[in-house]
């Protein structure tokens, strides 16, 4: 496993000498790599969907058979990448993707990742204060939706604008619709918009074409939500907002190894030793419990 490839898998050879892959992760990856027509894709999509929409993290769960000579010469491959003096990761990352294809659905899984206690009381706290709120989360869209309004970082009263685009172009266009709405309804002076971004947008939106536009839209939001970002947007956010924002001081709170590289970019990182391990807090300027 690794953020950026969002999945992991398991070679096993079973009791009657077939060679099964078994390989789990986040849909976004997962779908891309199945056998065409998989017939549970559809049936599988839906529970995702409304897995998700409760507020509940999801994982897809795959496998396929592989022919032997096919895995006796992808080991060799893998083995040679395992043992490289140079650029090793990315040489295991590549060859792993050889061999994670035409997958077959065996279902999806979904947990309950509980609020902790006062959660939007201190959010709401922190408002008060004058202190703007982003989340920067892995978890699929409608997931953050949900627990957006958990937290009350999003409330029914909100006009809330969901950005997608596949090119920069794309989002610089949507970003200046944006500005028109803000404008039009007067939302900066109620204080009432929220922007949602998930991670495929956000990779143009970081672009220097783009960014300046995609600032001031998320700047002038009283809530942003950025979903499906992987470690290095995280960090990426947290460090545009420190460049390019005067006299601002970011503080980053996060609980495992994802958010590592967010709360060192951050002027003050703050880590919460939960049940994700210690390098949150390890990487942290203060360690907290709840």
Same mark, same amino acid.
């Given at each position: 496993?690794?953020?950026? !490839?969002?999945?992991?898998?398991?070679?096993?050879?079973?009791?009657?000498?077939?060679?099964?892959?078994?390989?789990?992760?986040?849909?976004?990856?997962?779908?891309?790599?199945?056998?065409?027509?998989?017939?549970?894709?559809?049936?599988?999509?839906?529970?995702? @969907?409304?897995?998700?929409? #409760?507020?509940? /993290?999801?994982?897809?769960?795959?496998?396929?058979?592989? +022919?032997?000579?096919?895995? +006796?010469?992808?080991?060799?491959?893998?083995?040679?990448?395992?043992?490289?003096?140079?650029? /090793? @990761?990315?040489?295991?990352?590549?060859?792993?993707?050889?061999? +994670?294809?035409?997958?077959?659905?065996?279902?999806?899984?979904?947990?309950?990742?509980?609020? %902790?206690?006062?959660?939007?009381?201190? =959010?709401?706290?922190? /408002?008060?204060?004058?202190?703007?709120?982003?989340?920067?989360?892995?978890?699929?869209?409608?997931?953050?939706?949900?627990?957006?309004?958990?937290? /009350? %970082?999003?409330? #029914?009263?909100?006009?809330?604008?969901?950005?997608?685009?596949?090119?920069?172009?794309?989002?610089?266009?949507?970003?200046?619709?944006?500005?028109?709405? =803000?404008?039009?309804?007067?939302?900066?002076?109620?204080?009432?918009?929220?922007?949602?971004?998930?991670?495929?947008?956000?990779?143009?939106?970081?672009?220097?074409?783009?960014?300046?536009?995609?600032?001031?839209?998320?700047?002038?939001?009283?809530?942003?939500?950025?979903? !499906?970002?992987?470690?290095?947007?995280?960090?990426?956010?947290?460090?545009?907002?420190?460049?390019?924002?005067?006299?601002?001081?970011?503080?980053?709170?996060?609980?495992?190894?994802?958010?590592?590289?967010?709360? &060192?970019?951050?002027?003050?990182?703050?880590? =919460?030793?939960?049940? @994700?391990?210690?390098?949150?807090?390890?990487?942290?300027?203060?360690?907290?419990? &709840?």
């Amino acid at each position: 496993f690794s953020s950026d !490839r969002k999945r992991m898998s398991v070679i096993v050879r079973t009791p009657d000498g077939a060679i099964k892959l078994f390989c789990k992760g986040a849909d976004s990856v997962i779908y891309e790599r199945l056998c065409p027509n998989d017939p549970l894709s559809k049936v599988t999509a839906n529970h995702l @969907e409304r897995f998700a929409v #409760s507020g509940l /993290r999801t994982l897809c769960v795959t496998q396929t058979v592989l +022919e032997e000579d096919l895995y +006796e010469k992808w080991s060799e491959r893998y083995y040679q990448a395992s043992i490289a003096m140079e650029k /090793r @990761e990315e040489r295991i990352d590549q060859v792993s993707e050889e061999i +994670e294809l035409n997958l077959s659905l065996l279902g999806a899984t979904a947990i309950d990742d509980k609020l %902790q206690t006062d959660v939007p009381e201190s =959010i709401e706290a922190l /408002r008060k204060a004058n202190i703007k709120i982003w989340v920067l989360t892995g978890d699929k869209q409608e997931t953050a939706i949900t627990i957006g309004f958990a937290s /009350r %970082q999003l409330t #029914s009263s909100m006009h809330i604008m969901i950005l997608e685009g596949h090119t920069p172009e794309d989002v610089h266009h949507k970003l200046s619709e944006f500005v028109g709405k =803000i404008g039009q309804a007067n939302l900066i002076k109620k204080d009432n918009a929220a922007l949602i971004v998930d991670g495929k947008t956000l990779q143009h939106a970081l672009d220097p074409s783009v960014q300046e536009s995609f600032l001031n839209v998320a700047l002038a939001c009283r809530s942003v939500i950025c979903c !499906r970002v992987s470690p290095s947007q995280k960090a990426a956010v947290v460090e545009m907002v420190k460049v390019k924002v005067k006299d601002s001081i970011t503080l980053a709170i996060g609980d495992g190894a994802n958010d590592v590289g967010m709360i &060192q970019a951050a002027h003050v990182g703050v880590g =919460i030793s939960g049940r @994700e391990g210690l390098q949150a807090t390890l990487a942290s300027d203060y360690a907290i419990a &709840q």
